[in-house]
T-cell receptor, first 117, second 115 residues
Framework: GAVVSQHPSRVICKSGTSVKIECRSL??????MFWYRQFPKKSLMLMAT?????????EQGVEKDKFLINHASLTLSTLTVTSAHPEDSSFYIC?????????????FGPGTRLLVL | SQQGEEDPQALSIQEGENATMNCSYK?????LQWYRQNSGRGLVHLIL?????REKHSGRLRVTLDTSKKSSSLLITASRAADTASYFC???????????????FGKGITLSVRP
């Protein structure tokens, strides 16, 4: 099956610092990757969609200058939370989808728990 | 607003019983998917049902889709304690020319299976 990894699995940082989260598709090429955040006991909220080699498409209300997304290759996307604040503390989950419009299934990473002090 | 809304929000059953979870949505869809999430973990894809399908089976899972009522149900038969998790439905919107489809998740159902 398709495997997606995230690194780190959890991170604690001080307010004002930047944190980078990596999302990798380990055994397939992902032309599209998605970033979600999830608050405790809540649903997943889509933050942005990124296609390899192009700029990410952000959902309404998501600050693109605060949540920088880079999809540099077909197996790697990164999310950088810049100048993190305590309200950015959350569970961030990425997913990846194979290329082609017939490929509907998204494969999710294990998530990264961010705590900003 | 959320596209998918599951009910009940929480369900507690005895091992061996069946668990039925429902999901309603608002707009037309391409397909509907069910996911499972163990506490503090990522999501595991369970099953996908296309808009032209009415029922689908996978092991102990049975999913139905009623596009006229804009609803879906997930049935887990002969539940096990290991089925304890949160379950989410997610709807996949139709393709627009040149656009990505994207999943929209419901709030989730917390299933507890007592041994």
């Amino acid at each position: 099956g398709a495997v997606v990894s995230q690194h780190p699995s959890r991170v604690i940082c001080k307010s004002g610092t930047s944190v980078k989260i990596e999302c990798r598709s380990l055994d397939f090429q992902a032309t599209t990757m998605f970033w979600y955040r999830q608050f405790p006991k809540k649903s997943l909220m889509l933050m942005a969609t990124s296609n390899e080699g192009s700029k990410a498409t952000y959902e309404q209300g998501v600050e693109k200058d605060k949540f920088l997304i880079n999809h540099a290759s077909l197996t790697l996307s990164t999310l950088t939370v810049t100048s993190a604040h305590p309200e950015d503390s959350s569970f961030y989950i990425c997913s990846a989808r194979r290329g082609g419009r017939t490929k509907r299934t998204q494969y999710f990473g294990p998530g990264t728990r961010l705590l900003v002090l | 607003s959320q596209q998918g809304e599951e009910d009940p929000q929480a369900l507690s059953i005895q091992e061996g019983e069946n668990a039925t979870m429902n999901c309603s949505y608002k707009t037309s869809i391409n397909n509907l998917q069910w996911y499972r999430q163990n506490s503090g973990r990522g999501l595991v894809h369970l099953i996908l049902i296309r808009s032209n399908e009415r029922e689908k089976h996978s092991g102990r899972l049975r999913v139905t889709l009623d596009t006229s009522k804009k609803s879906s149900s997930l049935l887990i038969t002969a539940s096990r304690a290991a089925d304890t998790a949160s379950y989410f439905c997610a709807t996949d919107f139709p393709w627009e020319a040149g656009a990505n489809s994207k999943l929209t998740f419901g709030k989730g159902i917390t299933l507890s299976v007592r041994p």
